[in-house]
């Protein structure tokens, strides 16, 4: 068997569906989800007219990869970033990778990482190759007739546990989740009462859902390494379980003196490094506790592989960024000893089902905090080939 074509394509409207329109029928939802014009700390604050994060990300559609073999044989993965990723797919890594056996994932990961690495195999190019080594998986998993999570070694537990993230709170607790974790809104840019302002919120939270349930806070690169000293000394009472994401990624030595003035505080982070080796250097250093790759973008799921091998041989997790809000997470995390939790980003509007935000019409979905993969072929992410070849004409 010989890979016959390798094409990538946008999705639209493939990400978390929130359900929500502030114009037409909203059945089941009972007001927008949190994230409409939320204010939350990131690290454009200091700039007033790009305070909000909608105003200056990029508008990229989702992205579908459509690997093919020469007896029919095909597999579909997903990434990110609309046009850039489509070229650097469409021109230069899937050409290359024509005629070779698609059931040699590793051989095949290690091409592409070759094959950009004239113009760095991180950043976007990161982003091309996992959604390439996604399609790859689902494809070995197809022709196995098994599912990706029993090829990475089966079951690592019964269930997966499960977190919320988002800052409808209520809503969390609603669904049944014990654990939770809130967008930070303010930062270093938003001045000196920027501590007692987050301090609020995660007072107000943490009696909302009492003394038992998990607080974690997401502080997407919005802070310095003083405000997150000041601000972890501040929240001590209320018991937060870790603090994430807080500094630029790229700026390792401030990683390393957080860690330094804050040993006490579990840090985690991770979803911004691209390909394993900022990881181990990371996990070398021990600068997080929990480490938070995204399988979208870090370089799939060979990556995660590596990355959770690095990880385990240093006695430290791993939990991936937005885990269990696409079937590839699921079954990479349901297969891996040191993934323990799950992340489940809360983007839908409280009251609708989960199953009607998820893009995946064949994935599972949290039910009362806890979530186990479908036992289908591959992903078990729901597409048929027909329908992908119709999003990809």
Known sequence: MKIKSIRAFRIPNLTVKSGWSAEGD??????????????VANPMSGYARYRLRDTWRAKFDAVGVLVTADDGSWGFGTTAFGEPTISLINDHLGPLLWDENPMATDRLWDMMMRIASPYSAAGLASYAISGVDLALWDLKGRVLKTPVYELAGGPARERMFCYATGNDTDWHMELGFRATKLACPYGTADGLDAISRNEDLVAKTRELIGPDVDLMLDCWMAFDVEFAVRLAERLRAHRIKWIEDCLIPEDMSSHVALRARLPWM????????YTPYPFFNGIRDRVFDI???????VGGFTACRRIADIADAAGVEVILHAGMNTPYGQHFSYSHTNTRWGEWFAGGAPGLPLEKTTGFPGMAVPKDGYCVPTDEPGFGHGFTLAALEEMAL
């Open 26 to 39: 909203n059945g089941a939802a009972r007001r927008a989800p949190w994230q409409v014009n939320a204010e």
């Open 266 to 273: 579990t840090l985690t982070g991770g979803e911004h490094w």
């Open 291 to 297: 480490y938070q790759p995204d399988i979208h973008w």
